[in-house]
């Protein structure tokens, strides 16, 4: 089986149990996003200076796998993924607040004005701040699908983001320290 199906020629992609959706419908947005977060996330893995980034990026890039099969559920269908899958849970958000009281509590929020995104000169800094601005447009486009036919009507999907894009801006300052 190759990986040029030609399904996609037509303008359409595939979600699961057999949808087909527009690749510019929302839904197909929101998956994309948290795609290319995850995408985003790689080289900040391969060059993370510090232990608690590759911890962070390493646990959270399979939860995203998780959070893009619930996206990829066409509504309705949300029972039958969670049977196979399960939920999306809080956990991961209360994992998330954790690493925010334990990255605060280190010192990464201890920066005067606006962060420069690579004023620091740390590449794994800047990697972190394009994928915390990855995690936004993800963010963004799940709550576009709120008080739509489209819903996702896992909430957690949405604080997960929120907190996860605070992690990110978190670990950017954290790998700067690293280097001072």
């Not at 030609?6 to 303008?11: H, I, K, V």
């Not at 990110?168 to 001072?180: F, H, I, S, V």
Request: net charge negative; aromatic share 6%.
């Amino acid at each position: 089986m190759s990986i040029a199906t030609r399904r996609g020629d037509q303008g359409e992609t595939d979600l699961l149990f057999g949808c087909r959706l527009a690749k510019s419908h929302p839904r197909v947005h929101a998956l994309g996003a948290v795609d290319e977060l995850n995408a985003a996330l790689g080289p900040l893995r391969v060059a993370a200076l510090r232990t608690e980034t590759r911890e962070v990026v390493s646990t959270v890039q399979p939860w995203l796998i998780t959070l893009m099969g619930e996206l990829a559920t066409p509504p309705g269908e949300e029972q039958r993924y969670a049977a196979k899958h399960g939920p999306f849970d809080e956990g991961k958000v209360t994992w998330l607040d954790e690493w925010v009281a334990k990255l605060e509590a280190g010192g990464a929020l201890q920066i005067k004005g606006w962060a420069l995104p690579g004023e620091a000169g740390v590449m794994t800094g800047a990697y972190a701040d394009l994928a915390r601005v990855a995690c936004r447009r993800a963010e963004r486009n799940v709550v576009d699908l709120m008080g739509t036919d489209q819903e996702v009507p896992n909430v957690v999907i949405m604080r997960f983001l929120n907190r996860l894009a605070d992690v990110l801006w978190l670990l950017a300052r954290w790998e700067e320290m690293g280097m001072k």
